[in-house]
């Protein structure tokens, strides 16, 4: 069965223009290797950083390998706390990749579902939806975050803000993303709304919610698989931020935006790969991300294939 997926994937289009990418493919294989580490840290780092039993202050500013005064047991060095660099990064990206998910996953169940009975059903409950995403779009995402992060904070006691932080940052992250999907998925709506398989829908007496949901969504998926890949970087990106500016998840928890916030207190006193790995780490995931979204774009449109 796997086998029989697998090949008919490999003869589509989609298939059959990846395998012609070397970018994607590329970007492909960087994008899973850190999602493996991510997923299997345990197994894959060489210590677990937070483990007391693994860390001393005695290995602490360690200079990576090839730096005089390197430990070849350190390959990138360790940080302040005497934690191997190499470790910390593959449990940072692990939050830094749940927060991106789970965002853009919410983001795309509302902006979706927005998007789509906006667009069928019309009148004033478009004008509605609409006018808010106008208006957001208007705001900066990373602003949007800020806002809804600071709100929500506030109605949470603050015993309870380390426990819920990341629920939070997902739901911050997520809020400031929905309207690019609920802007391309009504546009797409639209149009699928106006062709014959959707008169014939109606003439033979389906509702409205399975027109909507079984006969238009699954045709317009497509864009929406595009943003929600593109979406995955931003809302990475977007989560490292606001744990470097010191409101998105706690400083306990590792994240690739808490590492890279410590490590910049020792830039300028010689200590740079605290900083530097993690910040190299974070833009290679995103590219990579970006590159497969931008792949994605490029085959999924109709107006840009050349087979």
Not at 64 to 81: A, C, K, M, R
Not at 154 to 160: A, D, N, T, W, Y
């Amino acid at each position: 069965m796997i086998a029989k997926t697998l090949h008919k994937i490999i003869d589509s289009d989609i298939g059959y223009s990846f395998l012609k990418s070397k970018i994607a493919i590329i970007s492909a294989i960087v994008f899973l290797i850190i999602l493996f580490c991510s997923i299997f840290a345990e197994l894959v780092s060489p210590y677990d950083p937070f483990n007391p039993l693994n860390v001393s202050l005695m290995d602490a500013f360690t200079p990576p390998v090839w730096s005089e005064g390197g430990n070849i047991n350190f390959l990138l060095g360790t940080d302040q706390q005497g934690r191997d660099m190499l470790s910390t990064m593959i449990y940072g990206s692990r939050i830094s990749l749940i927060v991106g998910f789970a965002s853009i996953l919410f983001a795309m169940i509302l902006g979706v579902f927005l998007g789509v009975t906006s667009g069928y059903l019309g009148g004033r409950y478009e004008i509605i939806v609409m006018r808010f995403t106008d208006v957001q779009l208007t705001i900066p995402s990373i602003l949007m975050a800020l806002l809804v992060d600071g709100i929500a904070r506030g109605f949470i006691s603050k015993s309870l803000h380390d426990d819920m932080a990341i629920y939070v940052l997902i739901f911050a992250i997520g809020i400031s993303e929905w309207p690019q999907f609920a802007r391309v998925t009504r546009a797409a709506t639209l149009v699928e709304k106006n062709k014959e398989y959707i008169s014939a829908s109606k003439i033979i007496g389906l509702s409205n919610i399975v027109i909507m949901f079984k006969h238009i969504l699954p045709n317009i998926l497509r864009p929406v698989l595009v943003i929600a890949t593109i979406g995955l970087a931003l809302a990475i990106i977007t989560e490292s931020t606001l744990s470097f500016l010191g409101v998105g998840v706690p400083p306990t928890t590792p994240s690739l935006g808490t590492l890279i916030r410590f490590g910049n207190n020792f830039l300028f006193s010689g200590e740079w790969w605290i900083t530097f790995f993690p910040a190299i780490f974070l833009v290679v995931l995103a590219l990579s991300i970006n590159l497969l979204g931008d792949w994605m774009r490029d085959t999924l449109n109709p107006k840009l294939k050349t087979r």
